[in-house]
């Protein structure tokens, strides 16, 4: 197989030229606005602390504006690039054109590259900084319109959004930094174990859960801004990764009963743009068509380029780019082989469209031979205009009643872990599943969230829980093929599960020590 590690040189040129792109578009555009006025928020760049926090619409305006930086244009992890470590490490995508991003995939990534770790430190990082701000600042604004009650929901917001960036860093690098004040003299602290970063998380979405209301008097807060719901889908999370099964089944369990979520009846509907903000929705994040600020580009690298009509099943809904080049996130050949062996043509039309004339796309860098069909996630937006419109779905309640299902069994409850998964295998017109045993249940869960999650953050930690022993899950990533039998060449070992720590970081920061294995 081609070595792609030194490849970056000639493939960078058409990144560089769609990110050009993306700032003429910005230019001449930038007269649109937000149709939303909660969103209509000047951006926080400029402003400082100091002098800044004095009324309670100073307070509401900085939480916003940490929401609303999550889904800016130039802003990739929260957008995109999560599903580079979730489902490209993993075995449900192959990467694109960037050299940087196969070699993240095949766990061959080096410190020193531009993308796309940097992505997920730089803007977790900077978001936890905002989230600090809000904590130090808040609790001291002497506002007498300004309640507790409504000073506590600014704070638990910012608690959750501070939990929300560390539960992500702990997955991608284990141990970082853990920074709990912009007031703290100590710039440069030395990681903190991955153990101790999510005891973190823990406490700080255990305060969120104790401030944040189960909803709020709008939908669209409700769905998009942290929640009771939120923190305790995290929590359920978070201890799912540290093997408390007792407790993932607790907080999932909350969620579930809180009667504030329900499946939506109709799958596709969860992602063809036209339900935002619907009742299985725990948390999403914010996009607005033809708005410079806060619109997405995600789907353009997703969808291959041109007419739906051209390809296999013209029904799809939605435009893609006409601007030809390799895309990001195309779908395994095994990943496709499993919608087929579930016999899952519901969720399978909602997340991907296929291409068998290869004469319409660009040839892909990896993981496809030279005659079969390309499949491409469709799942994360149907229009491939530069500044698209599609909410980016973090949390919902699927992922939550599955989540729950394996706590539940691994508990030792197979029979009500058997029940959710049937719930969920109901929406998308799959029989009830025929595993009885614990380990055939764990298995079919496995397959079950797999298809149903996919590029929504979960698969690398899926499979790292199923395996359990690190040896295995390596040896199970370094064992994948093509649909040829040949292996894809993943490198990765038991020092490369965390991603490497951007070197720029280590080059400030004389107290933090890299990565094992890089």
């Known amino acids: 197989m081609k070595n792609f590690t030194e490849t970056k040189k000639n493939n960078i040129t058409m990144k560089n030229v769609f990110k050009v792109t993306l700032v003429l578009a910005t230019m001449l555009t930038f007269l649109y606005s937000c149709s939303d006025d909660i969103l209509d928020k000047d951006p926080l760049n400029e402003l400082s602390a100091e002098g800044y926090y004095n009324t309670q619409s100073d307070a509401e305006a900085a939480i916003g504006g940490i929401y609303g930086k999550m889904t800016e244009t130039f802003t990739g992890y929260y957008k995109w690039t999560h599903s580079v470590w979730s489902d490209m490490r993993a075995d449900n995508t192959h990467a694109g054109f960037v050299a940087d991003f196969i070699n993240a995939q095949l766990h061959i990534s080096r410190a020193s590259s531009n993308e796309p770790h940097p992505y997920a430190w730089n803007e977790n990082f900077k978001f936890i900084g905002e989230a600090n701000s809000v904590l130090d600042n808040v609790p001291s604004i002497q506002d007498p319109d300004f309640s507790e009650a409504e000073k506590n929901i600014i704070l638990g917001q910012a608690h959750f959004i501070r939990g929300f960036c560390y539960f992500h860093l702990a997955r991608v690098f284990g141990g970082v930094p853990v920074q709990l004040s912009n007031n703290d003299s100590d710039i440069f602290k030395a990681k903190s174990s991955q153990s101790e970063v999510y005891a973190q998380v823990i406490d700080d979405m255990l305060m969120a859960e104790s401030l944040l209301p189960e909803e709020y008097s709008s939908n669209f807060e409700t769905r998009a801004r942290g929640t009771k719901g ?63 600020n806060i619109a997405t580009y995600a789907s353009v690298q997703m969808l291959p380029p041109g007419d739906f009509s051209q390809y296999d099943d013209p029904s799809k809904i939605g ?53 079969e069909s390309i499949s491409h996630i469709y799942k994360m937006g149907r229009s491939g205009e530069i500044f698209g419109g599609s909410n980016v779905m973090h949390l919902r309640l699927a992922d939550i009643m599955l989540l729950r299902a394996e706590a539940l069994n691994n508990i030792g409850n197979t029979t009500e872990a ?80 965390f991603a490497p720590i951007p070197q720029s970081e280590i080059d400030i920061n004389p107290n933090l020590e890299q990565n094992a294995g890089y």
């Open 230 to 292: 939120g923190a305790q889908s995290i929590l359920a999370k978070v201890y799912a990764e540290i093997g408390d099964y007792a407790k993932c089944a607790e907080y999932a369990g909350e969620v579930i009963n809180s009667g504030v979520y329900d499946l939506l009846p109709v799958f596709e509907h969860l992602f063809d743009d036209q339900h935002k903000y619907n009742r299985e929705s725990i948390f999403e994040t914010v996009h607005v068509a033809n708005n410079t």
């Open 319 to 371: 435009s893609s780019w006409t601007v030809s080049y390799h895309r990001f996130n195309t779908c395994s050949t095994d990943l496709m082989a499993a919608f087929d062996e579930m016999g899952d043509e519901v969720r399978k039309y909602s997340s991907t469209i296929t291409v068998s004339d290869r004469s319409l796309i660009s040839e892909p860098n990896y993981g496809y031979g030279p005659n």
């Open 418 to 497: 058997v029940v959710l998964l049937n719930q969920v295998r109901a929406r998308v017109e799959l029989d009830p599943t025929t595993a009885v045993s614990q380990s055939d249940v764990k298995l079919a869960i496995l397959k079950e969230r797999r298809l149903e999650l996919l590029v929504e953050n979960n698969r690398y930690w899926d499979l790292q829980r199923y395996y359990g022993d690190t040896s295995a899950f390596v040896a199970y990533l370094n064992g994948l093929t093509d649909s040829s039998g040949n292996s894809l060449g993943y490198q990765a070992t038991p020092d490369k599960i």
